[in-house]
């Protein structure tokens, strides 16, 4: 029998978030980034601004099927509920931080839509993730671990959304970075 190379894709379940969101935090990392020292801090784009639920890494494409479906029956009984993204600050909040993020409230109910999709996963032979999420958005990459000190006036930010679909992104690599297409969309 020959030995085949299955197919592997980089991909994470996410909430999506609205376009007017979108724009107004790219907004305010620019705001940030021109308060830094040049070059300290890198703006995330703005199409790939999202809320990470469970980071996947490599991923077999002919798993994406069995995924979907045990996600899908994972999430059937979830309501919509709301979200607030606030205050901008260092993620992790260590001084080995790594952006500067959006904190994203309730915790509760984002943590149980991970442990949903987590225990939906281990269904599929996908082992568990044992890190407890601590929900963010991030807003822009910080260069080599530097923290710059944050206007606290421009951090104190507050946008919120209705959560009312998942999405499961599939991350490329492309010129400019990573670019991050939709595979299947979970409503709520």
């Not at 703005?46 to 996600?71: C, S, W, Y």
């Not at 606030?86 to 984002?110: G, H, Q, S, T, W």
């Not at 943590?111 to 958005?137: F, G, M, S, W, Y």
């Amino acid at each position: 029998m020959e030995n085949q190379k299955l197919e592997t894709i980089r991909c994470f379940f996410a909430v999506e978030i609205d376009v007017e969101h979108r724009q107004r935090i790219v907004a305010l990392a620019q705001k940030l980034q021109k308060q830094t020292t040049p070059h300290s801090l890198r703006c995330i784009p703005e199409e790939n601004i999202h809320i990470t639920l469970r980071f996947m890494g490599a991923a077999l494409r002919e798993k994406l099927p069995d995924m979907i479906q045990a996600v899908e029956t994972a999430l059937k009984n979830i309501k919509p509920f709301h979200i607030t993204l606030l205050d901008a600050k260092p993620f992790p909040p260590n001084r080995y931080a790594k952006v500067i993020a959006l904190d994203v409230e309730p915790v509760d109910e984002m943590q149980d839509l991970h442990e949903r999709i987590n225990d939906a996963l281990v269904t599929c032979d996908i082992p568990k993730e044992e890190r407890k999420l601590q929900p963010h958005l991030s807003i822009a990459r910080l260069k080599e671990h530097h923290v710059p000190q944050l206007d606290t006036d421009l951090a104190k930010e507050s946008l919120k959304q209705t959560v009312n679909h998942i999405v499961l992104f599939e991350s490329q690599p492309s010129e400019g970075g990573v670019k991050y297409v939709p595979l299947h969309r979970f409503e709520l």
